[in-house]
């Protein structure tokens, strides 16, 4: 699996962020649906799966498989 920063360095316009870190930010309200949007990474490779659910919350599910997110600002 590959380290933050080199998912990082493969990322042209992303910012990747720990998956943990990303939760409890969104829990702190650092985050919100309408500021940007973004997926999960699992290590290797981008996925298609969203960070937000299909009601504009944090994908709890999907985000305990997951080691990195990749955001994305407006």
Same mark, same amino acid.
């Given at each position: 699996?590959? &380290?933050? #920063? @080199?998912?990082? !360095? #493969?990322? %042209?316009?992303?910012?990747?962020? $720990? &998956? %943990?870190?990303?939760? @409890?930010? =969104? !829990? ?8 940007? =949007? ?5 290590? %290797? $490779?981008?996925? #298609? /799966?969203?960070? +937000?659910? =299909? =009601?504009?919350?944090? $994908? +709890?599910? #999907?985000? !305990? !498989?997951?080691?990195? /997110?990749? +955001?994305?600002?407006?």
């Amino acid at each position: 699996m590959k &380290t933050l #920063e @080199q998912v990082q !360095k #493969e990322e %042209e316009i992303g910012r990747v962020y $720990n &998956t %943990e870190d990303f939760k @409890q930010s =969104c !829990k702190n309200g650092f985050f919100i649906p309408y500021d940007g =949007c973004g997926h999960f990474h699992d290590g %290797e $490779n981008d996925t #298609e /799966v969203p960070v +937000w659910d =299909c =009601c504009g919350r944090f $994908n +709890w599910r #999907e985000g !305990k !498989k997951y080691p990195y /997110v990749v +955001w994305f600002n407006r």
